[in-house]
T-cell receptor, first 111, second 112 residues
Framework: QKEVEQDPGPLSVPEGAIVSLNCTYS??????FMWYRQYSRKGPELLMYTYSSGNKEDGRFTAQVDKSSKYISLFIRDSQPSDSATYLC???????????FGAGTRLFVKA | DGGITQSPKYLFRKEGQNVTLSCEQN?????MYWYRQDPGQGLRLIYYSQIVNDFQKGDIAEGYSVSREKKESFPLTVTSAQKNPTAFYLC???????????FGEGSWLTVV
């Protein structure tokens, strides 16, 4: 079993839709949870960062962490064609020295 | 602007040749990393370094070598011993105070 599981998609939605991206994990020691957005042929850029459980909102993006279920989510409201990218979840226990990444979900937002 | 600079962006090499990818950061981060990304796969850790003059193997270190002579620099050499070197290589760094990793723009290596 992989430490982090992420549905690779692709996920295709119409413009304006609410998008839900998810990851599950097995290591209960993970405390830091991150979402990265990666455009084609570019390096990943940090979107959201959450410590422990709870929700965090930033504009159209909301990150949720449910440690009891070992499940994290990223919601994108009013999705735009510019949101079309691969979204990677990531998590680590301490110091970032061992960060585990999901395989990434490819998202397409159709105009 | 602070960030991580990788060069070259695109590199073509003949099979059997060693190639070195450059990574420089001006974020004053202590830890630096090299990842490899293949289509449809997640990021796989090649090497990481927490301090100058010290580095550790990641999950797929075979066929690669690194050095960390300066805090700002962490070059990666892809040697001829790497059996399948064609990939997208990402350099990253993190401060010891937080657990978020920041990435460079990546280097595409094609071996023919």
């Amino acid at each position: 079993q992989k430490e982090v599981e992420q549905d690779p998609g692709p996920l295709s939605v119409p413009e304006g839709a609410i998008v839900s991206l998810n990851c599950t994990y097995s290591n209960s020691a993970f405390q830091y949870f991150m979402w990265y957005r990666q455009y084609s042929r570019k390096g990943p850029e940090l979107l959201m960062y959450t410590y422990s459980s709870g929700n965090k909102e930033d504009g159209r993006f909301t990150a949720q962490v449910d440690k009891s279920s070992k499940y994290i989510s990223l919601f994108i409201r009013d999705s735009q064609p510019s949101d079309s990218a691969t979204y990677l979840c990531a998590m680590s226990d301490t110091g970032g020295f061992k960060t585990i990444f999901g395989a990434g979900t490819r998202l397409f937002v159709k105009a | 602007d602070g960030g991580i600079t990788q060069s070259p962006k695109y590199l073509f090499r003949k099979e059997g040749q060693n190639v070195t990818l450059s990574c420089e950061q001006n974020l004053n981060h202590d830890a630096m990393y090299w990842y490899r990304q293949d289509p449809g796969q997640g990021l796989r850790l090649i090497y990481y370094s927490q301090i100058v003059n010290d580095f550790q193997k990641g999950d797929i270190a075979e066929g690669y070598s690194v050095s960390r002579e300066k805090k700002e620099s962490f070059p990666l050499t892809v040697t001829s011993a790497q059996k399948n070197p064609t990939a997208f290589y990402l350099c990253a760094s993190t401060s010891t105070r937080v657990s978020t990793i920041y990435f460079g723009e990546g280097s595409w290596l094609t071996v023919v």
